[in-house]
C-alpha cells in the first residue's frame, strides 16, 4: 500500500535506529528525531504502519515495533540498484538568500543512503574555511534536529536559507561562517528551522 512522505519517514528511522542500536526507538525518540508534535501522533502513523502491513508490534512490549522484511529488503534493493536525489537549488554561504527548487536530479547511487537526502550548490564563500567552495554541491540529510557545530542548511524566517555551522546560544541561534572575513548571523531560536545536516561535499571539476 502507498506511503505518505511522513510515513516513509517514520519507516526509515525505524530501520535505521534499529540497524545502529539493536532495538526499536521508543515513542517520545520518535517524536523527537522527526519532530512531531505528540505521542499521540506517534501513535497513529505507527497504528497506519501496521495495518498497511509495514510494521509488526508485539502485545504488551516495551521498543516492540518491528518494519517487515518485506520493506528492508525492497528498500536494499531500491537504493542498490539506482538513487537519485533531488537538486532542490541553489544556497547561499554568504548573505541569505531566497530558496528556489529546480526539477533537477543528481545519481548518487553510493553516497545516497536514504530517501530524505537531497542536494543544494554553494553560492558563495561563507564556508571556504571548511573546504566548501562557491560551485560545490553539499549532499543534505533532511532532520529538524543537529548538534551544536554541525554544518546545516538554516532556513531564516521562513524563506531565506543560509549553509553555516549551527549554535545554540540560549534564547538565540548563531549560525558561524567558515570565514573569518565575515561575522556569524544571530537570530531569535524561533526564527531558525533547520532543514538538514550535511554529509558530504562534492566537487566537479569537469
Known sequence: MALTPRQKEVLDFLVTFADRNGYSPSFEEIAEQLNLASLATVHKHITSLEQKGYLRR?????RSIEVTQDYISAEKE?????????LAGRIAAGAPVEAVEQPEVLNLTELASS???FALEVR?????????????????????????GEIVVALLDGSDATLKRFYREGETVRLQPANSAMEPIRVPAANVQVQGRVLAVLRKYR
Not at 564556508?127 to 532532520?143: A, K, N, P, Q
Open 58 to 62: 508485539r502485545f504488551n512490549e516495551s
Open 78 to 86: 531500491r537504493l542498490s540498484s539506482h538513487v537519485t536525489v533531488p
Open 115 to 117: 530517501g530524505e537526502t
Open 124 to 148: 558563495g564563500d561563507g564556508m571556504i574555511e571548511d573546504h566548501i567552495c562557491s560551485g560545490d554541491y553539499v549532499l543534505v540529510e533532511r532532520v529538524a534536529n543537529v548538534r551544536d
